[in-house]
């Protein structure tokens, strides 16, 4: 995925509070390195993050507190381009309907 990455391209990244969060910010770090724009989800902030979205520390239920920031991400930024979230495009190719 780092070879799609350029200068300016915005990611998220989900840094629980848990056993994996150092793993987690050493994959977020090269991408910081070839500049892009690190939206941390994580109970604290970290130098890797442009920005920082500050969750509960749930432990082993952090995915459920981690989840909700990104889907509302991605639901404000498909309004924000004009696209109905409720009704994507080509679903019928990936639904069965009978």
């Known amino acids: 995925m780092i070879a799609l990455i350029e200068p300016g391209t915005p990611c998220l990244v989900l840094a629980p509070g848990d056993e994996t969060y150092v793993d987690v910010i050493s ?5 910081t390195a070839r500049g892009v724009i690190i939206v941390g989800v994580s109970p ?6 442009e920005a920082h979205i500050p969750v509960a520390d749930l432990g082993p239920a952090a995915a459920i507190v981690n989840a909700a920031p990104a889907q509302l991400l991605g639901y404000y930024l498909a309004l924000f381009r004009g696209h ?7 679903l019928a190719k990936s639904v069965t309907v009978k």
């Open 44 to 49: 604290e902030p970290h130098e890797a993050f």
């Open 27 to 31: 994959g977020a770090m090269p991408m």
């Open 84 to 90: 109905d979230p409720d009704k994507p495009r080509d």
